[in-house]
């Protein structure tokens, strides 16, 4: 044998190995590509009826939004009638309803100071406290200072 025929050999066996690698190799990527593919099927089919819920519940939403919409654009219109209205009764009303609190304080502190003792200041006995409407007596309201 000689040189040429043992690097022959030797160059046959090394392709032989490297085409076996090859082979294995191609055998485990036939595999990944086989398993990827069902994996991508079985992914598709769950995934489409998520997608359609996933749109029917987008459509829902919307009409839900649609109708808080709706329903606020009412709110702002009855907020601004009653705005309208608020500021009308202010304006008929305010003026003299003050005019009259007014008239009916001076009332009150002029009978009043006409009922009052010499002082000024009303008799000790007729003085009460009104505490979550009710009247309480003198006596008590002192109980409950002290």
């Known amino acids: 044998m000689s040189g040429v025929e043992v690097a022959g050999i030797i160059v046959a066996v090394f392709w032989a ?11 485990r990527l036939a595999q990944v590509l086989r398993a ?3 994996l991508v099927s079985e992914v598709t089919d ?4 998520l997608l359609a819920d996933a749109a029917g519940t987008v459509r829902s939403a919307r009409t839900q939004l649609d109708r808080v919409d709706a329903i606020a654009s009412d709110v702002q219109e009855v907020t601004s009638n009653a705005s309208a209205l608020s500021s009308t009764v202010a304006t008929a ?8 609190a007014a008239f009916g304080y001076g009332v009150r502190k002029a009978l009043g100071k006409r009922d009052a003792a010499p002082g000024g200041v009303p008799p000790r006995e007729s003085r009460r406290t009104v505490i979550v409407g ?5 006596a008590r309201r002192r109980k409950q200072k002290g």
């Open 46 to 49: 769950q995934a489409v009826p």
């Open 134 to 138: 009710r009247t309480v007596p003198a």
């Open 93 to 100: 009303f305010g003026g003299p309803l003050v005019k009259v």
């Open 17 to 27: 190995i490297l085409i076996s690698f090859l082979a294995v190799a191609l055998v």
């Open 36 to 38: 990827t593919t069902r």
